[in-house]
């Protein structure tokens, strides 16, 4: 984050460690929710005046695998809930320990092996190195989203083949 350009337009920037984090925990534990169930596509349906009830029946999280990129303070929070959903639970994070992992009933893997070839080969070789280049506060979830947000586009259509992934693997 720029601090100065950031001050400069009036914007205050401030690290506030464990501020929101179970609030943000949730809310991506609502939106995987939300996309596992359809619920954008069906709300959208139903704005368009059709009732399609039957086309958007989503998938149940149970006995899927999420993975996550950072596994700090939030992504710990957002394993723990998956736990909860009984979901199997992979992450990447160079700064997680093994004893940590356990303690969180996470697995531990590399990027590589996270976003394994569906996912792996829709990002650029560049996005995916810049990833492993980041500080330690940069490597958690939020810095990970700030990471990716110019890249939003391919990341939908990862997203996306994640959830395609997700149905098949179900």
């Known amino acids: 984050v720029d601090i100065p350009a950031a001050t400069a337009a009036g914007v205050i920037v ?9 609030t943000t925990a949730e809310h991506a534990i609502s939106l995987m929710m939300a996309l596992a169930r359809e619920i954008p596509a069906a709300n959208a ?17 149970y006995g899927k695998t999420l993975g996550l990129i950072g596994c700090g303070n939030i992504g710990g929070i957002v394993a723990d809930r998956a736990k909860g959903l009984k979901m199997h ?3 990447y994070d160079p700064y997680l320990s093994t004893e940590r992992a356990a303690e969180l009933g996470v697995e ?19 996005l995916r190195a ?6 330690a506060n940069e490597s958690r979830l939020g810095g990970a989203l700030q990471l ?9 259509e990862a997203m996306l083949a994640a959830l395609d992934v997700l149905v098949r693997r179900g």
């Open 14 to 22: 401030m690290n506030t460690p464990f501020g929101n984090s179970i």
């Open 45 to 61: 349906s139903t704005h368009a005046g059709k009732w399609e009830k039957n086309k958007f029946m989503g998938v149940e999280l």
């Open 89 to 91: 639970v992979v992450a």
């Open 108 to 126: 531990k893997v590399e990027l590589d092996d996270l976003l394994g070839p569906q996912l792996g080969d829709r990002l650029e070789a560049d």
């Open 130 to 135: 810049s990833m492993r280049r980041r500080p």
């Open 148 to 156: 990716l947000a110019p890249h939003s586009a391919r990341l939908r």
